[in-house]
């Protein structure tokens, strides 16, 4: 026997141990949202294939069952038109250019109204604009098809775009856990010879 039940700490090893305890939780749990990010990916694939529209979604707790429908909103008002990188629906890097859009009816909307290869903003003056609702950070935007002011057409938004680290999370748990077991014994091994 390597150690003896004396020469075991007991407030240690069970600090250890709930650490532990914790990381293959956290693993667990990482697992378990892969599952849960694969089956939503699915879900959104099955939903971009759809031609059916819905309704533009003016709360944030709408817009996750929104994603990757068609819709259109109204562009009362443009409010400003940004530049950011974006790809063209054949690959190419370039610019997507987007409206902020006061709303028929209150509210904001972003609308990626196409690619350019050149920095140059357009002039827009709003108007009914159909698209794809796609994310854009913790909000939406509503990618025109088809392009607006003689922009090019933009990538569409693609459900295997979302992140989707889970398996390599858990891998990380389960890692940190293996090694806090090891070092944990290394020391007791030292402390004891």
Known sequence: MIFGIRRWPILPTLVVLAAVAVMVGLGVWQLQRAGWKADLKAQYAEVLDSSATTDWPS???????ALYRRSAITCDRVLRVDGIAGRSATGRAGLAQVATC???GGGEGAVSLGWSATPDLVAWNGG???????PAGEGIRLIADPPQAGLEPLAMPDPADLPDN???YAGQWFFFALTALVIYVLALRRRTS
Request: hydrophobic share 50%.
């Open 128 to 134: 009914v604009v159909a698209g794809i609702i796609a």
């Open 59 to 65: 709360e944030p707790d709408n817009y996750e069952g």
């Open 166 to 168: 889970h398996l390599a």
């Open 102 to 104: 006061a709303l028929d």
